[in-house]
């Protein structure tokens, strides 16, 4: 059974920083792709990061890139997020999200297993 385990959520200030991390179980994901999606009350779950989790390569939405960092530490089946310059518009619950292919996607559909959710809140 897969299992993906968010941790590394809280609050902090306006231009601070946070490390989410993401435990994945269940399986091998050398063919999956990891990504990172946020939801904000009242607002549709939207992209946020992807690694694949074969090649390494990663994609970011726009609004966080040279702030957001996303990795993976292959010997413990674990994806980090490490945000950096956070703004009060980052707040969000934050998940961890696995899809069954090499490629790179931002469609939320498009994955198979999620975490439960990590609330980051940003105060300004």
């Known amino acids: 059974q897969v299992q993906l385990v968010e941790s590394g959520g809280g609050l902090v200030q306006a231009g601070g920083s946070l490390r989410l991390s993401c435990a994945a179980s269940g399986r091998t994901f050398s063919n999956y792709a990891m990504g990172w999606f946020r939801q904000a009350p009242g607002k549709e779950r939207e992209f946020v990061a992807v690694i694949s989790w074969s090649s390494g390569n990663t994609y970011y939405e726009d609004s966080v890139k040279g702030r957001f960092t996303i990795s993976k530490d292959n010997a413990k089946n674990t994806v980090y997020l490490q945000m950096n310059s956070l703004k009060p518009e980052d707040t969000a619950v934050y998940f961890c999200?696995?899809?069954?292919?090499?490629?790179?996607?931002?469609?939320?559909?498009?994955?198979?297993?999620w975490g439960q959710g990590t609330q980051v809140t940003v105060s300004s």
């Open positions: 999200a696995a899809d069954r292919s090499i490629f790179l996607t931002t469609t939320p559909t498009e994955y198979d297993y």
